[in-house]
């Protein structure tokens, strides 16, 4: 299968040049999901927004991102960003932050189709109109403002957006995060229903879960370094690190045990954190 993005031997560093992320490398094939985990502040978050264009001027990173056969890193900012919705397409963690508050999540889904795609005002209405009710959103909920619809439902609006762009790459931000367990359920199969339309996805999460149920690639990551990457469901099922085994082992269906203070002093030693 062809490969849509590449990241190789990324480092990020800070305004000290300090490496907050050292040396990563990974590549993402059309039509799969590739999951980032580990801890807050390993760097999962820092890695998307290199590949989004996201990162704060502060930071400067350095290697290259293959993406369609060109290198995000060495494009100027205003091409990078002529790429947001159209071929990268973000879905943060907040969906109420993200989606426009005063209009409906509606019109905001038809204007993908009429701006971004060109279709017809007519066609755009029609293709709305048959993606929300695909994602179990209601003709009512979907001409209400974002404000009024529960956590749940703003999280399957947004994805309409994704669903509706004609971007190959989805970068997903912790999408299950702060959802109950039926809400998350539901995130579940709208990421399943994103592969199934052939997006590319390249999620950060805290959930073990969701690669678990998903499958792809998993990187795991701790310090800014990759602890070890494979197959979402053989590395999770038979982890070859400690640290891994320590982040499965912290799991609420596993007793919460946190990670040993002595395995996490161990391996900053050993990688000089």
Not at 151 to 175: F, H, K, N, Y
Not at 232 to 260: D, F, V
């Amino acid at each position: 299968m062809k490969t849509l993005l590449a990241i190789n031997d990324l480092s990020i560093f800070d305004e000290a040049g300090l490496p907050l992320v050292r040396d990563i490398s990974f590549s993402i094939v059309e039509g799969s999901a590739l999951f980032l985990v580990g801890e807050t502040g390993c760097g999962k978050t820092l890695i998307s927004q290199a590949v989004a264009g996201t990162l704060p001027p502060r930071l400067t990173p350095r290697g290259s991102i293959p993406f369609r056969g060109r290198d995000l890193l060495k494009m100027p900012q205003k091409e990078r960003e002529a790429l947001w919705g159209r071929d990268i397409f973000l879905l943060p963690q907040e969906p109420f932050s993200a989606l426009n508050p005063v209009l409906s999540v509606h019109r905001q889904v038809r204007e993908i189709f009429s701006r971004v795609r060109g279709e017809k005002k007519s066609t755009s209405r029609e293709k709305t109109h048959r993606l929300f009710a695909s994602l179990g959103i209601s003709r009512e909920a979907s001409f209400e403002e974002p404000r009024k619809l529960s956590g749940g439902m703003a999280q399957r609006a947004l994805l309409a957006t994704a669903l509706a762009s004609p971007a190959p790459l989805v970068l997903l931000d912790e999408p299950t995060k702060g959802l109950d367990s039926s809400s998350k359920e539901s995130i579940l199969l709208l990421i399943k229903s994103l592969l199934e339309n052939r997006k590319t996805l390249l999620c950060i999460t805290h959930d073990l879960s969701i690669p678990l149920e998903i499958g792809g690639d998993t990187g795991v990551l701790f310090g800014g370094l990759l602890v070890e990457f494979g197959k979402s469901r053989e590395l999770l099922s038979h982890p070859s690190s400690p640290y891994t085994r320590g982040l499965l082992n912290a799991l609420p269906e596993r007793g919460l045990h946190p990670i040993p203070e002595e395995l996490i002093q161990h391996m900053e030693r050993a990688w000089n954190l």
